[in-house]
Structure formats: structure tokens, C-alpha cells
């Protein structure tokens, strides 16, 4: 069976890291928070999409015309 190096490497990594701190969840996730806040650099966030907004997208996307069609 074919493997990803990339999946591999990650899947160790994870591994460590888990291990590292003996597999807690809460502690994993204190520990990850941590980094990110000394982590210097721009943060990105993009504000929520309200479902009207997607809802038109949809409507434009759709045909207006199905004539001839099938």
C-alpha cells in the first residue's frame, strides 16, 4: 500500500507531541494555546458569513433560463 511521506511525518509529530503531554486533551490544547500567544506575527481572522449573504451567492450561481436544457 502507498504512503504519503508527508502524512507519515505529520502522524509522528502528533504522536510526540501527545505523548509529550500524556495524551490529555485539556493539557494538549493549554499547551497549543500557549504557543499561539507567544507566537508573534499578524493573526487573520475573517468575520462570519451571515447565511442571507450565502443564500444570494447561491441564487446567482443557480440558472435563470432552463430552456433547451436536458
Given at each position: 500500500?502507498?504512503?504519503?511521506?508527508?502524512?507519515?511525518?505529520?502522524?509522528?509529530?502528533?504522536?510526540?507531541?501527545?505523548?509529550?503531554?500524556?495524551?490529555?486533551?485539556?493539557t494538549?490544547?493549554?499547551?497549543?494555546?500557549?504557543?499561539?500567544?507567544?507566537?508573534?506575527?499578524?493573526?487573520?481572522?475573517?468575520?462570519?458569513?451571515?447565511?442571507?449573504?450565502?443564500?444570494?451567492?447561491?441564487?446567482?450561481?443557480?440558472?435563470?433560463?432552463l430552456?433547451?436544457?436536458?
Amino acid at each position: 500500500m502507498w504512503e504519503d511521506s508527508i502524512i507519515v511525518e505529520i502522524r509522528q509529530a502528533r504522536e510526540v507531541y501527545a505523548k509529550k503531554h500524556g495524551y490529555d486533551l485539556r493539557t494538549i490544547y493549554q499547551s497549543l494555546k500557549a504557543r499561539e500567544k507567544s507566537e508573534e506575527g499578524k493573526k487573520v481572522s475573517f468575520p462570519p458569513k451571515l447565511i442571507s449573504t450565502i443564500e444570494q451567492g447561491v441564487e446567482q450561481l443557480r440558472p435563470t433560463n432552463l430552456a433547451g436544457v436536458g
